[in-house]
């Protein structure tokens, strides 16, 4: 398998840099009074996406130059003057002097993840045993525009089972359909939608980026999110990414289906965050 050198790993930080600019630039027009906004800095892009909302941070900076005290500044008046915390992903692959500076600066750990990614081959989409077919009785399918909401409710409770999803959350997700590039999949069982999976096509660095899954509790263990996945994985070969990304907290159910799928861990990542 390739090795993860800053180049690539500038290419996987987009799948989680690019959804956010995406949905930056839809706020902008759909919801124009939360103020959204995205700039390009240091090869990455600061998002805000809204007070409170669960996206918004400044991700694929400084990895494929030089990230200075003065872009430091820029990043913290772009989430200051929005009255923002000041939020950045960091990865091994930065210079660790950057680390000590962020630390100097009093930035704190506030989420840690693992990138997991696989190479896709265009001619994995006609074999079989790469991406196989659902299990019987569950059908797989591109999701639809008028399902938005109920995507996203499947989703939400999948993250937060009690009912206490972030405020916003399901917002986040519904837009989805609306993005170019957007891959979206609905897998039902006699009718009904039973789980769902997301993802991005980027061009611009030839990465999918897969992400907003959920099953229902009811229909946990019948393989549905690995048919999913792998339908994503399908979608993504024929339109020529070379690879799939998937962010995920670590030791999770979603850890494990992507690896059994072909995933490997690149490296964990950090999001720094320096309250106000």
């Known amino acids: 398998m390739q090795f993860v050198d800053r180049a690539l790993a500038r290419r996987l930080e987009s799948a989680e840099e690019m959804p956010q600019v995406y949905y930056a630039r839809l706020f902008q027009k759909l919801r124009p009074e939360i103020g959204a906004a995205e700039e390009e800095i240091c090869g ?17 900076l400084g990895l494929d130059r030089s990230f200075t005290v003065q872009d430091l500044d820029r990043v913290e ?26 630390k100097e600066r009093g930035y704190a750990v506030a989420e840690l993840n693992q990138v997991l990614w696989r190479p896709l081959r265009r001619r994995d989409r006609l074999d079989s045993s790469t991406f196989p077919d ?3 009785g569950v059908e797989v399918r591109p999701g639809r525009p ?28 519904a837009p989805l ?22 993802g991005l096509v980027i061009p611009e660095h030839n990465v999918v980026a897969l992400f907003g899954a ?60 320096k309250k106000m």
Not at 79 to 101: F, G, I, N
């Open 44 to 60: 990455g892009h600061m998002v805000f996406a809204g007070l409170g909302s669960p996206i918004g941070r400044a991700t694929g």
């Open 214 to 273: 959920g099953t229902k509790l009811e229909f946990r263990g019948r393989g549905i999110q690995t048919a999913i996945l792998a339908a994503r994985l399908k979608l993504a070969a024929e339109a020529g990414c070379e690879y799939a990304v998937i962010v995920t907290q670590g030791g999770t159910t979603s850890q494990r289906n992507s690896e059994r799928m072909g995933f490997r861990v690149a490296c964990s990542k950090a999001t720094v965050v």
């Open 146 to 173: 008028e399902e938005a909401e109920a995507f996203a409710d499947i989703v939400a409770r999948s993250f937060h089972e009690s009912g206490d999803a972030p405020e916003g959350f399901g917002a986040m997700l």
């Open 134 to 136: 659902p299990p019987v």
């Open 177 to 198: 359909f609306q993005m170019p590039g957007a891959v979206t999949f609905v897998a039902s069982i006699n009718g009904e939608m039973a789980g769902v999976g997301a």
């Open 77 to 102: 008046e772009f989430y200051r003057s929005r009255d923002a915390p000041s939020q950045v992903d960091l990865c091994p692959l930065h210079d660790p002097a950057l680390w000590e500076t962020f």
